[in-house]
């Protein structure tokens, strides 16, 4: 859990650097057991929000939701915490959806989006489940998820106590500016069950490593197919 307070600590100092649009939205909220949408913190975009909500017997604990919009030519960060999700039910699950998303990203206009959550459960549960992807939406529209670009959902185990992890990307061609990005997550607690999480969502564009990767395979490949040839020019030849 150490090193999910850590970089998210490390982050939230890059990001406070940051210019944003105050004209956008930075707004975290949830619905308990399919009930209507309530909001945990809002703040002006790329600035950092936080608070509490509770329903059904879920009691949540939002540490931070915090934005780089309108992002860097590099990079467009969104990141949330909890520093607690407990079922306080004596019987029976109950379940927290979770949007949390700003808008009047600018760049990047192309890359990758990366989603990613991990955490750890202090108490688990049988019926624990969790659910975790990341949208961003074209049309700019505030916590639009799915969206127009999605990566698929990772779902992670949380049915006992210990750490958990989990990352999933998607290609983005070519994005519209402004657009948004949301995140999104379905918790569902067995009665007495206790987590926490740390999620982020990114866009940037191909890294050079990666480049270098794609084409240093390719040189392996050309190597191998070199060596093969020699290899069988190098057979002695039947008379």
Request: charged share 5%; proline share 5%; hydrophobic share 40%.
């Amino acid at each position: 859990m150490r090193r999910y307070v850590l970089a998210f600590s490390l982050v939230g100092v890059t990001l406070a650097a940051l210019t944003h649009d105050a004209a956008a939205n930075l707004l975290a909220e949830v619905s308990f057991n399919g009930g209507a949408f309530v909001s945990i913190c809002t703040a002006p975009s790329g600035t950092v929000c936080g608070g509490s909500a509770s329903g059904g017997g879920l009691q949540l604990n939002m540490a931070a939701a915090q934005s780089n919009s309108p992002g860097t030519p590099t990079l467009a960060v969104l990141l949330s915490s909890a520093v607690s999700v407990t079922n306080t039910n004596t019987s029976g699950t109950a379940t927290a959806h979770l949007l949390i998303g700003d808008t009047g990203y600018l760049a990047p206009t192309s890359g990758t989006l990366l989603s990613h959550i991990g955490g750890s459960v202090a108490v688990g549960g049988p019926l624990n489940t969790m659910s975790f992807f990341s949208s961003i939406d074209q049309g700019n529209g505030q916590n639009v998820s799915p969206g127009t670009f999605n990566t698929a959902a990772v779902t992670p185990n949380i049915s006992a106590a210990g750490s958990y992890d989990a990352t999933n990307s998607a290609a983005i061609p070519s994005i519209s500016a402004p657009y948004s990005m949301t995140e999104n997550l379905t918790i569902t607690l067995s009665a007495g069950s206790i987590m926490n999480y740390s999620s982020s969502t990114t866009v940037s564009p191909v890294s050079e490593p990666v480049s270098l990767l794609l084409v240093g395979t390719s040189l392996i490949g050309l190597g191998v197919s070199l060596r093969r040839k020699r290899a069988a020019n190098a057979q002695p030849r039947m008379i």
